[in-house]
């Protein structure tokens, strides 16, 4: 199957590649069917693109690119609703706010993205740790030379 997406041009996809999120995302709940795909030449982000409105699309990262020792304890609805059994079935993802100057780039700590990669199923979590930011800044001490 393909996607027409108005930035990103076509995006082949299999059925097997959909990640249904049944809550939605925060902003997004009536979107609930995503792809994430590798973004060429670049092997930290991805892309996360909605399947129910083509203009909807997130550059996600994994949580622990961002903060190595990132750490939060699942509750039992979401690891009943997510069917995680084991911790390698779960991936944490954060979305990414873009900027033009590297040094902004951020990715949201606070609110990660929880995927079973073995039933393609994702929820986002709120959490409620201090230290973890809605604007976690990825390229820490990043000069203005870059």
């Known amino acids: ?20 999120f049944g809550k939605g995302l925060l902003g997004f709940e009536g979107l609930n069917n995503f792809i994430i795909k590798e973004i060429e030449g670049n092997p930290i982000f991805k892309l996360m693109h909605s399947l129910d409105n083509m203009d909807v ?36 993802y954060s979305i990414v706010t873009l900027h033009s100057e590297m040094k902004n780039i951020t990715a949201n700590l606070r609110a990660p993205l929880a995927v079973n990669i073995k039933k393609n199923l994702g929820e986002q979590i709120i959490i409620n740790k201090e230290e973890y930011l809605v604007k976690h800044p990825i390229f820490k001490g990043v000069t203005e030379c870059l």
Do not use: W
């Open 1 to 20: 199957m393909e996607l027409i997406s108005k930035v990103h041009g076509k995006i082949e996809y299999t059925e097997n590649e959909v990640i249904r």
């Open 57 to 92: 699309a997130f550059v996600i990262i994994s949580t622990f690119e961002c903060e190595k020792h990132y750490e939060i304890k699942l509750n039992e609805d979401t690891l009943s609703g997510l069917q995680i059994y084991e911790p390698s079935d779960v991936v944490l």
